[in-house]
């Protein structure tokens, strides 16, 4: 169902498939892996069946469920809302069938009034469909890079057809140098919160914000994370980052 979100670069989820796969070290301590576990024992069927319990912790197990009835509910809403697409899944999942995803792109090009985010670890494979979807402007289309083993994700990003193109860097698993932001409109930081976060170095955020500024590219921050986000909060060098794409942006999608 689409919700408000306490997720600082969205004000909104929603949420047309449920379940995934772990596809890369930053999917190992995903919070939705947890979550679905956590919505399946209280009677949501969406995600019955869609995680396993190993070790003592919920993980994806593969099952893929396409929930028609969600593609009406962002027309409901009347005014506009910034809604991030498949918080608990991936758009582009390769259980997840083309004709579904473009019932899910109708959805957003009929309703302009909202801005969807649609983030994704499989970039190969929104590159190869990328030709095959319409574009309209008001969807946004991101990849997710957690080290600098999977900064090829970004060409993949570039070689699509979405106006808006922007990277999320979470969780941040190591540094990310020479970061190529070329045809990039906003990048995303931020630390992995919850059980067993993984260590983020402040020199690897400096590094992202000071290439991003250099770049002319929005730069976002969205937190230290750790075990309790909430204490350690998401000032970098005592100010909050909370740019989005703007007047680049706006530029570039007039010239398109």
């Known amino acids: ?31 939705a892996m947890r979550l679905a576990n956590r919505l399946e024992k209280m009677g949501q069927g969406k995600y019955s069946g869609t995680t396993r319990v190993s070790g003592g912790r919920a993980k994806w197990n593969g099952r893929i469920v396409l929930d028609r009835n969600a593609l009406e509910l962002p027309k409901k809403w009347k005014s506009g809302r910034t809604i991030f697409v498949n918080s608990m899944s991936d758009l582009f999942h390769e259980g997840i069938p083309l004709e579904f995803i473009r019932e899910v792109f109708d959805t957003m090009a009929s ?35 957690e080290n ?9 990003l570039r070689r699509t057809n979405a106006v808006i193109k922007f990277l ?30 993984r260590e983020m170095r402040a020199d690897w955020v400096r590094s992202i914000r000071d290439q991003c500024k250099a770049a002319s590219v929005a730069f976002h921050f969205k937190q230290w994370g750790g075990v309790n986000k909430k ?26």
């Open 148 to 156: 600098e083993e999977f900064k090829w994700r970004i060409d993949c």
């Open 231 to 256: 204490r350690t909060g998401r000032i970098l060098d005592g100010r909050t980052w909370d740019e989005f794409p703007t007047k680049r942006s706006t530029e570039r999608q007039l010239a398109i």
């Open 168 to 197: 999320s860097l979470e969780p941040l698993l190591g540094p990310l140098e020479k970061l190529d932001l070329t045809d990039i409109d906003w990048a995303i930081a931020g630390g992995e919160s919850g059980p067993g976060a």
């Open 1 to 31: 169902m689409a919700t408000n979100s306490s997720i600082e670069w969205t004000e909104a989820t929603w949420n047309p498939v449920g379940g995934c796969t772990i596809v890369s070290p930053g999917c190992t301590n995903c919070y």
């Open 111 to 145: 309703t302009p009034q909202h801005t969807y985010q649609v983030l994704t670890k499989r970039a190969e494979r929104v590159e190869a469909l990328s030709a095959q979807l319409p574009w309209p402007r008001n969807v946004w289309l991101g990849v997710s890079v």
